[in-house]
T-cell receptor, first 114, second 112 residues
Framework: ETGVTQTPRHLVMGMTNKKSLKCEQH?????MYWYKQSAKKPLELMFV???????ENNSVPSRFSPECPNSSHLFLHLHTLQPEDSALYLC?????????????FGPGTRLTVL | GEDVEQSLFLSVREGDSSVINCTYT??????LYWYKQEPGAGLQLLTY?????DMKQDQRLTVLLNKKDKHLSLRIADTQTGDSAIYFC????????????FGTGTRLTIIP
């Protein structure tokens, strides 16, 4: 248990569905991250929020929409996804974005797009 | 952009040493890291090395860095079944952008 929780742990959705992934951290951190982990590809940073402000969008398609209402919660809203978006989506947090190397990861949401 | 490469798979007999290799392209890397991802879990920082060091030892773990060849390795002595995991190499550059560049991860399988 790292202090970072993600729900749901597994999600299957059709290409026309809209769903959301949720991440919550209980560590008092101010930076939160979304990563995409695909088989045989490097772990890919998607978004960074620092003190609720988005500081990094790593050329992510607009069908992925992040939301950070406060420093403890991070959402990833999904709509009109493609099968190639199937992956493990990891959330992480750190004290702030300068301490990215000491980030704590959640267990991930395994997403399957049919 | 920066690139970090690793082999995808490694199988090792229990009790032997495991050596996981990584190469990177960014010559301005300041820190290099090894993360461990156990089944069903997120990544956990295992160890790191500063770029002006060539070796770091921490109990069963030894990190070797060859900065000239941009090659990093992680040696796990006396490999145990609990070492089964995916191991990610990552680097942080010196350009003020506090982003980590990760590799694909190497899945370590322990053979009884």
């Amino acid at each position: 248990e790292t202090g970072v929780t993600q729900t749901p742990r597994h999600l299957v959705m059709g290409m026309t569905n809209k769903k959301s992934l949720k991440c919550e951290q209980h560590l008092g951190h101010n930076a939160m991250y979304w990563y995409k982990q695909s088989a045989k590809k490097p772990l890919e940073l998607m978004f960074v929020y620092n003190f609720k402000e988005q500081t990094e969008n790593n050329s992510v398609p607009s069908r992925f929409s992040p939301e950070c209402p406060n420093s403890s919660h991070l959402f990833l809203h999904l709509h009109t996804l493609q099968p190639e978006d199937s992956a493990l989506y990891l959330c992480a947090s750190s004290q702030d974005e300068r301490e990215i190397d000491t980030q704590y990861f959640g267990p991930g949401t395994r997403l399957t797009v049919l | 952009g920066e690139d970090v490469e690793q082999s995808l798979f490694l199988s090792v007999r229990e009790g032997d040493s495991s050596v996981i290799n990584c190469t990177y392209t960014d010559s301005s890397s300041t820190y290099l890291y090894w993360y461990k991802q156990e089944p069903g879990a997120g990544l956990q920082l295992l160890t790191y090395i500063f770029s002006n060091m060539d070796m770091k030892q921490d109990q069963r773990l030894t990190v070797l860095l060859n900065k000239k060849d941009k090659h990093l390795s992680l040696r796990i002595a006396d490999t145990q079944t609990g070492d089964s995991a995916i191991y990610f190499c990552a680097e942080k550059s010196n350009f003020g952008n506090e982003k980590l560049t990760f590799g694909t991860g190497t899945r370590l399988t322990i053979i009884p």
